[in-house]
């Protein structure tokens, strides 16, 4: 099991910036591939960027390439999401998850295999 709170949402203007965070505790956070979705009203849950394990590979949606970045701080067990450039469209719930199962500590798991989720927090950018 592994309990996951994130923070940091919150109202910004277009080109801003914003820092989610992710602490998690129960399970070995450092076993976890960890991930960033979003999903804005109306719209599908979006994979938006994921971390391995060991911090040493990301994945980054073409949406978001070279505005977000993702780390993680396994002494802290927690995960960032550093938001820069903001637009509009980036408005959504910012939801965190943990990726439990046996993967690779090379491996990037596919949206379907994260099964641990925080309750999400609010992103709103103004244009």
């Known amino acids: 099991q592994i309990q996951l709170v994130e923070s940091g949402g919150g109202l910004v203007q277009a080109g801003g910036s914003l820092r989610l965070s992710c602490a998690a505790s129960g399970r070995t956070f450092s076993s976890a591939a960890m991930g960033w979705f979003r999903q804005a009203p109306g719209k599908e849950r979006e994979f938006v960027t994921a971390i391995t394990r060991s911090g040493g590979s990301t994945y980054y949606a073409a949406s978001v390439k070279g505005r977000f970045t993702i780390s993680r701080d396994n002494a802290k067990n927690t995960l960032y999401l550093q938001m820069n450039s903001l637009k509009p469209e980036d408005t959504a719930v910012y939801y965190c998850?943990?990726?439990?199962?046996?993967?690779?500590?090379?491996?990037?798991?596919?949206?379907?295999?994260?099964?641990?989720w925080g309750q999400g927090t609010q992103v709103t950018v103004s244009s």
């Open positions: 998850a943990a990726a439990s199962g046996r993967f690779s500590i090379a491996t990037i798991p596919p949206p379907g295999e994260y099964n641990y």
